[in-house]
């Protein structure tokens, strides 16, 4: 029998990723996207809702997503759902659906210090330089260029 546990989305951070370590000594990280849906109503009013993703990474992932996303930086997260279930101080269950991410990508231009090309008389130039998304997987980062042509949806 087959069964797939998988979640893709494309959205913002609505914080900093938090960077902590387990008792046992792992690191992990957790923050929320959002992602919006849009449409127009029966009455040609546009509609518009908001979901908030709760994310959390793990050991050498952790440590790469606190440090290459921000708030308000567009994200790929893809990864499983995991719930957690536990008792709350005041007695009453309480439980929470995550994306335990395995694959992360940058989609923001990265901000920052950059270094001047030197233009065709020789002088640098001074004009902001786009540059490729960051993507993270399994540990590893490499730059690669997207095209929203490419995503299936």
Request: net charge negative; hydrophobic share 30%; proline share 5%.
């Amino acid at each position: 029998m087959f069964s797939l546990n998988r979640a893709t989305i494309i959205g913002h951070l609505t914080r900093d990723p938090e960077l902590r370590t387990t008792p046992n000594g792992k690191n992990v990280s957790s923050f929320s996207v959002a992602t919006n849906k849009r449409w127009t109503d029966a009455a040609g009013q546009t509609q518009e809702t908001t979901e908030f993703h709760d994310i959390v990474t793990w050991e050498k992932l952790a440590e790469i997503a606190s440090t290459i996303f921000h708030k308000g930086d567009r994200a790929y997260v893809e990864g499983r759902l995991q719930t957690r279930n536990w008792e709350a101080q005041d007695g009453s269950r309480r439980s929470k659906t995550e994306i335990v991410a395995e694959n992360l990508i940058n989609l923001s231009p990265r901000k920052g210090p950059q270094i001047p090309a030197k233009t065709e008389t020789g002088e640098e130039d001074q004009s902001p330089k786009e540059e490729k998304p960051e993507k993270v997987k399994a540990g590893k980062t490499e730059t690669e260029e997207i095209d929203i042509n490419d995503i299936p949806f």
